[in-house]
């Protein structure tokens, strides 16, 4: 059966649908020669006769019916597929699989929840991780696209820019900063909490203090933004985080440091492989993201910038 081909069966079912090689020629406009080429070669593919003359008409041998309700059925469930493929392209299912950066989690969720109450057949996996994490998930090509801060520049991949992520410098609440102007490098004696290597905030603030040559003695890593605001609030030191992070209520216990250079300014990115193939859904989400989503705190749509030289 392996040399027959769609289009043999399809020559097939109309010839035993109208029982006459004339009419099922004419139905396809073909010529009747070539309508007995294909059906014996279809014949010979599945090793047996398909009809048999009886006087004037042609009838279907045994093998002939069963290839026949093989037709009917194989018909039913291309329309069925052709019937899933309509309702994927006007997104009433469909899978949509994102992964985003840590400091997208205070705004991503919120747009892809909107989205999901637009289209409810569509099932969503949202995958959160550090920049580390998602580079990884996109080396994989797990997902339909990912959010991140600093898309790695010279990867083949396509990063559109989405929304500012400023970094601000914090501290707890009852924080008294130098007088005057003041820089980092004026806190360099300070505790200061960082996110842990791997990820973006950190990365940022690393090439800002190699950049100023600023070397901050006392550092401790802590692995989260939650965590890093906790023990701010608590007073246990300073750090730099996305602006995003911080709700109303968390600006009652810590504080922003208008230091200079501050905020850091960052941008989130829709990023995935320059060939990807992106799926209806997908696509939908990326165009809701760009013009519908809810702007968290302060944020900004992004302009157009050059990519920063990352790994
Ligand atoms: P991250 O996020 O610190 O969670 O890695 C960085 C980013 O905004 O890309």
Redesign the pocket.
């Known amino acids: 059966m392996r040399n027959a081909t769609l289009r043999q069966l399809q020559i097939f079912e109309a010839v035993a649908r109208h029982s006459s090689f004339t009419r099922a020629a004419e139905s396809l406009h073909l010529t009747q020669p070539s309508v007995s080429i294909q059906v014996r070669s279809l014949a010979e593919a599945v090793g047996r006769p398909l009809f048999e003359q009886a006087g004037r008409r042609v009838q279907l041998t045994d093998v002939g019916r069963l290839l026949y309700d093989t037709c009917t059925e194989f018909s039913a469930l291309w329309s069925r597929f052709e019937a899933a493929v309509d309702e994927v392209g006007a997104l009433r299912r469909g899978r949509l699989r994102i992964s985003v ?4 989690k205070y705004f991503l969720p919120k747009a892809l929840g909107q989205f999901c109450r637009l289209h409810p057949g569509i099932e969503v996996e949202l995958d959160v ?6 580079l990884g998930r996109l080396r994989d090509n797990l997902d339909d696209f990912h959010v ?3 898309p790695p520049a010279d990867w083949a991949i396509e990063s559109e820019p989405l929304l500012e ?1 400023p970094l601000v410098l914090i501290a707890p609440g009852d924080f008294a900063p130098p007088r005057g102007r003041y820089s980092l490098s004026d806190l360099a004696g300070e505790r200061f909490l960082m ?1 842990e290597t ?7 603030v690393d090439e800002y203090l190699a950049r100023h040559r600023v070397r901050l003695a006392n550092r401790m890593t802590l692995g989260s ?1 939650e965590a890093i605001k906790q023990a701010v609030a608590g007073g246990m030191g300073l750090a730099v985080l ?1 602006r995003h992070a911080l709700t109303d209520a968390d600006l009652r216990e810590v504080r922003i440091l208008p230091a200079k250079d501050f905020p850091l300014g ?1 941008v ?1 990115h829709i990023v995935h492989w320059r060939e990807k193939h992106l799926s209806a859904a997908a696509q939908a989400f990326r165009d809701f993201l760009r013009t519908h989503a809810a702007l968290p705190n302060e944020a900004r749509p992004a302009a157009k910038r050059r990519p920063v030289r990352r790994r």
């Open positions: 950066v840590t400091t997208a991780q550090n920049r580390d994490g998602i991140m801060s600093a992520n996110r791997g990820s973006g905030t950190r990365l940022a933004n996305s960052g989130w």
